[in-house]
């Protein structure tokens, strides 16, 4: 699930935050490798992510995010990035 809103804009600039919430599981079972191989399966991770967007030009957005996961917190982070539409 996923929402985002433009809280500012002027001319070529605008702001837009938005949150994501995911739940996601790559390991819910295994093919069976025989006694004692086959990995045990894994609970489904919960990610929320809040962001923010700074349009500064038509074609380009600053992106800025901080990631929170629920069964692994290792994993929870801050990303930065840029996008550019060509």
């Given at each position: 699930?996923?929402?985002?809103?433009?809280?500012?804009s002027?001319?070529?600039?605008?702001l837009?935050?938005?949150?994501?919430?995911?739940?996601?599981?790559?390991?819910?079972?295994?093919?069976?490798?025989?006694?004692?191989?086959?990995?045990?399966?894994?609970?489904?991770?919960?990610?929320?992510?809040?962001?923010?967007?700074?349009?500064?030009?038509?074609?380009?957005?600053?992106?800025?995010?901080?990631?929170?996961?629920?069964?692994?917190?290792?994993?929870?982070?801050?990303?930065?990035?840029?996008?550019?539409?060509?």
């Open positions: 699930m996923q929402g985002a809103y433009k809280v500012w002027h001319e070529d600039y605008a837009s935050p938005f949150a994501r919430w995911e739940q996601y599981n790559t390991a819910k079972s295994y093919a069976d490798l025989g006694p004692g191989l086959t990995p045990d399966a894994a609970r489904a991770e919960r990610v929320v992510t809040v962001d923010e967007n700074f349009q500064f030009s038509p074609n380009m957005v600053l992106k800025a995010d901080y990631q929170r996961f629920r069964e692994n917190a290792d994993l929870n982070r801050f990303n930065l990035g840029l996008g550019w539409s060509f």
